[in-house]
């Protein structure tokens, strides 16, 4: 067989690229997978490949072609990391864990990768190997103001005395002005952690109300943006499908402000029915906001397509099931649409105590800018109150099944709870079947959803009422 020439490999990639652009997807796939297959190594072929069998929520397909591509290179390091971190965006953590671990094995692993090997680790609960990771890449000189690693080393651990090594090293970045704003905030959200574990609240107080001001420093959050997008919200009509509920595919929306244990809920829930978790999805929000800036919430066109969009996505090419959990707790700004797009839905509700939401928050460093409200106190307060409108008009005027289910509540009797849960979501009990395996966590609760069902969580404000009077001064609840 003659050996294809780079010419040849060009101009056919350039009519995928350009059928990929049309959206022209199974005759590019064809082109794309035969190029692959004719030269295994070639990046700019497999990349777009994986790309197109994304964005059909193929993630099986997709990652695995990303790894293929990582084995023809020998794993090297820079591709290993980009790979890996497709991968983990994809959802696929143990096969990113593999790609890491094989291009470490040789020997040639940069800081980037070896933090990026941590995060796997840490997000598929493997804390002692997304320790010794962080300690590596720290090692190897990894740059604190890209990669936020001291934060995410303090979550490695529950720390039991002061004079831990860890005490000294998250102090010196955190008071060290030569580093961002940001980063010294994320290693400073750490460090209060670490305090916590040791009962030391006053300086958890002192430390976290330092670093939340780094934050806000340089992340604004605008009150009456937020005012303005729940009025729009409150007036919006969507138009309804005429089609029949499916029986064969059942969303459950795990909603609240984050912080309530939506996280948990979510992931005790599935190990309990063998509901397939898909954790923080966000494509419904993705929907959302294409629907209401493109003006399509009337075209109910659209909503069978997004329908469609979503379900396919949520679905992906994994083993299936008909229940699939999506526990993005902000999704409870768009529950009108969730109606319109999926009438079978069902919706959980969490809620907790406002002032240990409030605390919650306070002590997360969040990855994402819909969280920026988190930083002050005022604002969690302003975001609470936009959430409670919403909540309250959504339970008045929408006939979607909502579940209201209380924090404390399931932390008291969790296997009630979650029977009551799997019951309501229509699934059966699973006896002897192997429940669902365990989804990565990547959202903000990665080490406290993997950690037991505990009570301390309950009333944990008040051992920082005496440093934080914010809790009782703007949440009134006792």
Known sequence: MPIPSSDDIDSQFAVAKALWERDELPRSEAILRELAARDPAREDVSTLLAKLLQSQGRLDAATAAMFELCRAHAFEPEL????????????????????????????????????????????????????????????????????????????????????????????????????????????????????????????????????????????????????????ARLVERVA??????????????????????????????????????RGELRMLRFIAEQLIGGGHLGDAGAIAEAAELYRMHARQDDAPATWYIDQDPLNFRYLHIIEALFPEARVIFCRRGRRDTALSLWCQDFAHRDSAFAYDFESIARFAAGHDRLMRHWQRTLSLPIHTLDYETLIADPARTLDTLRDFIGAPAIGGAAPAPATPIHSASVWQARQPIYAASVDRWRRYAPFVPELAGLFPEA
């Open 80 to 231: 290993s990391l980009r790979a890996a971190q497709f991968i983990q965006q994809s959802h696929r953590q143990p096969l990113a864990a593999e790609v890491c671990d094989l291009a470490i094995a040789r020997g040639r692993a940069t800081p980037a990768l070896l933090a990026v090997a941590g995060n796997i680790a840490r997000e598929l609960g493997d804390f002692a190997k997304a320790r010794a990771r962080y300690l590596d890449a720290l090692d190897a000189g990894i740059d604190l103001n890209t990669w936020y690693v001291l934060g995410a080393l303090a979550h490695t651990m529950r720390y039991t005395d002061a004079g831990h090594a860890d005490f000294a090293r998250f102090e010196a970045h955190f008071r060290d002005e030569a580093f961002s704003a940001r980063a010294r905030a994320a290693t400073g959200f750490g460090l209060a952690k670490a305090f916590d574990d040791i009962g030391d609240y006053e300086s958890a107080a002192r430390t976290l109300r330092a670093a939340n001001g780094l934050v806000r420093s340089v992340l604004a959050w605008p009150a009456s943006t937020w005012d303005a997008f729940v009025d």
């Open 240 to 277: 309804r499908v005429p089609a029949a509920p499916r029986s064969d595919f059942i969303p459950v929306f795990v909603v609240g402000l984050p912080r309530t244990g939506t996280t948990l809920t979510a992931t005790r829930l599935a190990e309990h029915s063998g509901a397939r978790d």
